[in-house]
């Protein structure tokens, strides 16, 4: 059974800086692919960024990078020059490819940035 | 603007109500599925509809009863609830396949309180 761990309750970064949420994850399967989805207050939940399992090299979208590390099983997500708007849940999900219906999330991480 | 449309966005019932939640995409999505977020919890998947047809059902209590009346629509018939299903009830929707991203699209949510 495929299982997603993030260890961050709660995040805190100055505007303008950088953060690292952490993302670890637990698959036999070896074909699966890992988001990440952002939800502000409103509820929506906001897709971020996508790594396949065989994917050469980290994804980047914008300012997100996804710093893969398979032998590790992570896929932390890397917010570059945060801005007040990032302030929201994260969460860090996987679909195995054998059960590619099911996208299972992780239990988030609150990022709050300062100004 | 979300692609995804949910309404209503909030609904208080009764526990002997009969109401449903309703869902709507134009993307030519052909999978969609009904998530379960209870406060400060990730989303938990309920069911997934694939091409119009159960595909998956999370061993679901049947007081809640989905229904896809064509690639487009996805319902959520709800009676005789208790107060614990209270929760914001997410709709989403993919291509159908497990190659590639295949990235599910949220809608806004219902959020749902049951006295």
């Known amino acids: 059974a495929q299982k997603i761990t993030q260890t961050q309750p709660g995040m805190f970064v100055q505007e303008k800086e950088a953060v690292t949420l952490d993302c670890t994850y637990d698959?036999?399967?070896?074909?699966?692919?890992l988001f990440w989805y952002k939800q502000p207050s409103s509820g929506e939940m906001i897709f971020l960024i996508y790594q396949g399992s065989y994917d050469q090299q980290n994804a980047t979208e914008g300012r997100y990078s996804l710093n893969f590390q398979k032998a590790r099983k992570s896929a932390n997500l890397v917010i570059s020059a945060s801005q007040l708007g990032d302030s929201a849940m994260y969460f860090c999900a996987m679909r195995e490819r054998t059960g590619f219906q099911k996208l299972v999330f992780g239990t988030g991480t609150r990022l709050l940035v300062s100004p | 603007d979300t692609e995804v449309t949910q309404t209503p966005k909030h609904l208080v019932m009764g526990m002997t109500n009969k109401k449903s939640l309703k869902c709507e995409q134009h993307m030519g999505h052909r999978a969609m599925y009904w998530y379960k977020q209870k406060a400060k919890k990730p989303p938990e998947l309920m069911f997934v509809?694939?091409?119009?047809?159960?595909?998956i059902n999370e061993s679901v209590p049947s007081r809640f009863s989905p229904e896809c009346p064509n690639s487009s629509l996805l319902n959520l018939h709800l009676h005789a609830l208790q107060p614990e299903d209270s929760a914001l009830y997410l709709c989403a929707s993919s291509q159908d396949h497990g190659s590639g991203a295949n990235v599910l699209t949220f809608g806004a949510g219902s959020r749902l309180t049951v006295l």
């Open positions: 509809y694939s091409y119009e047809k159960l595909s």
């Open positions: 698959t036999s399967d070896p074909s699966y692919g």
